[in-house]
């Protein structure tokens, strides 16, 4: 979740800490102890506030997971105000920025440190290196990988001594090419949708978790506005509210559910702060077994806006 106000450089006032503190109690409530941080997100607010909830209550430390990213150099952020949008992961960079959210943070470890994007610059024999010192120190527990392809993941796994634990990917309804690419192997469509070949299974093989960012599809078939351009929008709405319907559940649990119905142990990573839509977000947990297998066709067919095959 991203907390901590705009994407700007002033500090955060008291109304950001309070809505912050809100969402993390609703996802306690919920049964949800893991946070996703990374240095870049609202120019490290969001780990500043969740710091300050910290320090403001410590027992909180004990109900929670942390993960933070490095590796994004966003201009005026943790770039140069004249740079370019770029990755960075030299040995530097990536102790610089474990070192900036843990002060941030306002703790001494975390459970786990991504790589937020791979930069083809990097050396990952250096980047394997700097990790495993940061895992020797005691200030990372594990390596996450984000945005990467079966081989990065691979390579990463055989250099580093630190395990890999999880892997984020964009992932949901919307961004479907998981799938796409499993029905339409042998189809001329296929070559329409790309992503990384076998992750999913590589990932299964190798008890490495896949966390899905993106998976509410910012809201887009819950009720926030539909772009005239996307077609299919409209009619998967309408398919998610019938079947929330028929559960009784939120339209937030159908499009999580239908991401955690599939066998690849998909976890989805919350980009919510709204205390209501956490709680109807937490449904999915329950809905995901009970989710038909007609019901998640009728899903997929219509986001894609075609029957299968
Ligand atoms: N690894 C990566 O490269 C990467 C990239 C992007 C994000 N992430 C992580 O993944 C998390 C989730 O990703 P995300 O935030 O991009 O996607 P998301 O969870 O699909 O979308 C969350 C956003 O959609 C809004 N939203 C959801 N349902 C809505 C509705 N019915 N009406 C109006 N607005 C609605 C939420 O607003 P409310 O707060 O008002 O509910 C929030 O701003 C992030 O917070 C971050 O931790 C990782």
């Not at 937020?116 to 005691?138: F, Q």
């Not at 960012?213 to 910012?218: D, E, I, Y």
């Not at 319907?245 to 159908?254: F, L, N, P, Q, T």
Request: aromatic fraction near 4%; charge should be negative; hydrophobic fraction near 40%.
């Amino acid at each position: 979740m991203t907390i901590g106000g705009s994407w700007d450089d002033v500090p955060p006032d008291a109304a950001t800490v309070d809505r912050a503190r809100a969402a993390v109690h609703a996802a306690l409530d919920a049964g949800i102890t893991d946070f996703d941080h990374a240095d870049i997100y609202a120019h490290g607010k969001s780990e500043a506030v969740f710091g300050e909830l910290l320090a403001e209550d410590p027992a909180l430390a004990g109900r929670v997971r942390l993960q933070t990213k490095c590796g994004v150099r966003l201009p005026g952020n943790t770039a140069a105000p004249g740079a370019p949008a770029h990755y960075r992961l030299d040995r530097d960079t990536i102790r610089a920025g474990l070192e900036g959210s843990l002060r941030r943070l306002r703790v001494d470890s975390v459970e786990r440190f991504m790589l937020h994007r791979p930069d083809p610059l990097a050396d990952p024999h250096e980047v394997a290196g700097a990790l495993d010192e940061l895992r020797k120190e005691g200030l990372i527990r594990s390596v996450g990988l984000s945005n990467m392809s079966t081989r990065q993941v691979a390579l990463y796994q055989q250099l580093l001594t630190t395990p890999v634990t999880a892997l984020q990917l964009e992932l949901s309804l919307r961004h479907r090419g998981f799938v796409e690419q499993q029905i339409l192997a042998n189809h001329s469509e296929g070559a329409e949708h790309s992503f990384p070949e076998g992750i999913l299974e590589y990932c299964a093989a190798d008890g490495i978790e896949v966390q899905a960012w993106g998976a509410l599809a910012r809201g887009l078939y819950t009720g926030a506005p539909i772009p005239p351009e996307d077609q299919h929008a409209a009619a998967t709405a309408e398919t998610v509210h019938r079947i929330a319907a028929a559960h009784g559940v939120s339209g937030e649990a159908v499009v999580l559910a239908w991401l955690m119905r599939h066998p690849g142990g998909i976890r989805p990573v919350l980009g919510t702060t709204d205390p209501r839509r956490i709680a109807a977000c937490a449904e999915a947990e329950a809905l995901a077994p009970r989710l038909g297998h007609e019901d998640w066709y009728a899903l997929l067919t219509a986001a894609r806006g075609n029957p299968v095959p």
